[in-house]
């Protein structure tokens, strides 16, 4: 079992730039896909960027070449730098844990982090 809390979010002015943090407790982070996702108010929670065991990352096309996922496993990790941001990435950013094995998936969440994007 993981537990997993965010940091970094905050009041930015559009095209400004913010890293989030997500740290992690509990064993065996480095076997999880690791994962940002956001809701905005009134919208369902969408993706935003995952990393998986090996590296490989994902984006959501809203975000892609904007922010860059990364983990560092040593410190039970994971990080999201987001620049150039727009007023449509106010949101609550929600860290996640995803453990899949054959036939078994199960994600953790972090309680999320306010991101407002407003000048």
């Known amino acids: 079992q993981v537990q997993l809390v965010e940091s970094g979010g905050g009041l930015v002015q559009p095209g400004g730039s913010l890293r989030l943090s997500c740290e992690a407790s509990?064993?065996?982070?480095?076997?999880?896909?690791m994962g940002w996702y956001r809701q905005a108010l009134g919208k369902e929670r969408e993706l935003v960027a995952t990393?998986?065991?090996?590296?490989?990352?994902n984006y959501a096309d809203a975000v892609k070449g904007r922010s860059t996922i990364s983990r560092d496993n040593a410190k039970s990790a994971v990080y999201l730098q987001m620049n150039s941001l727009k007023p449509e990435d106010t949101a609550v950013y929600y860290c996640?844990?995803?453990?899949?094995?054959?036939?078994?998936?199960?994600?953790?969440w972090g309680q999320g982090t306010q991101v407002t994007v407003s000048s």
């Open positions: 990393i998986t065991t090996s590296d490989i990352t």
């Open positions: 509990g064993s065996g982070f480095s076997i999880y896909v």
């Open positions: 996640n844990a995803r453990h899949i094995r054959p036939g078994f998936v199960r994600d953790y």
